[in-house]
């Protein structure tokens, strides 16, 4: 009876030998390399070690391999950011150099966290510029504006917050998949003066008055 006790209890508690020097757990993670344990050795390193490798293995498994050098992959966090208008569809090419965000649809394609100071120019009319495009985030089409004041308050909000909004709701119909994006302008440096800061929120709020289909934003710098 205790040789059977014996020989039950080496059966429950043999070890498998592992496959062979550096394969993977599961033949779909990336082995290290590294020569197995001897047989019949117990080391607890290499449990901890395969259990790492098999959580690494379970994470993976499903998440499509990216190719360097692609569209995702030059996008921050990879794959399109919220707000980022869909590819250009098949057939669409970029032969413009001096407009290499235009496509031959007579849409621009720009993207979130990636393209900054895009030109819009006229499709119609490539003489023509519309407005540049500082800043595509999360959606919105930024207007960037480091000012926190100026000599003549009134002269500068007309032309640097009312008529680069207008020209920014203007170029939207222009850009592939932000026909009805938000607009905004940032201004990047903090304190603005007050009399300034209330002139700009003025604008502001008699250009939402004015286009109320379109969503308007300002954002200062704390």
Do not use: C
């Amino acid at each position: 009876m205790r040789l059977l006790v014996i020989l039950v209890w080496f059966a429950l508690h043999r070890r498998t030998p592992p496959d062979g020097p550096g394969k993977p757990p599961d033949g779909n993670g990336d082995g290290d390399g590294k020569p197995s344990q001897q047989h019949g050795s117990i080391n607890a390193g290499e449990n901890v070690s395969n259990a790492q490798d098999a959580i690494g293995t379970a994470r993976d498994r499903g998440k499509p391999a990216e190719i360097p050098g692609s569209t995702s992959e030059s996008r921050p966090g990879g794959g399109q950011q919220p707000g980022d208008p869909a590819e250009p569809p098949p057939g669409v090419t970029f032969d413009d150099p001096k407009r290499p965000n235009l496509g031959s649809d007579g849409k621009y394609y720009i993207r979130d966290g990636v393209d900054h100071d895009v030109p819009i120019d006229d499709p119609t009319d490539l003489s023509r510029t519309i407005t540049d495009i500082d800043r595509p985030e999360s959606g919105v089409l930024w207007e960037e504006k480091s000012a926190v004041n100026a000599t003549d308050v009134d002269k500068w909000v007309n032309k640097q917050v009312i008529k680069k909004t207008e020209a920014y709701i203007a170029a939207r119909q222009h850009i592939a998949g932000r026909e009805n994006a938000p607009v905004g302008i940032d201004f990047t440096s903090p304190n603005p003066d007050p009399a300034f800061k209330a002139a700009v929120e003025k604008a502001i709020a008699d250009l939402r008055v004015k286009y109320p289909d379109v969503t308007i934003l300002v954002k200062w710098a704390e």
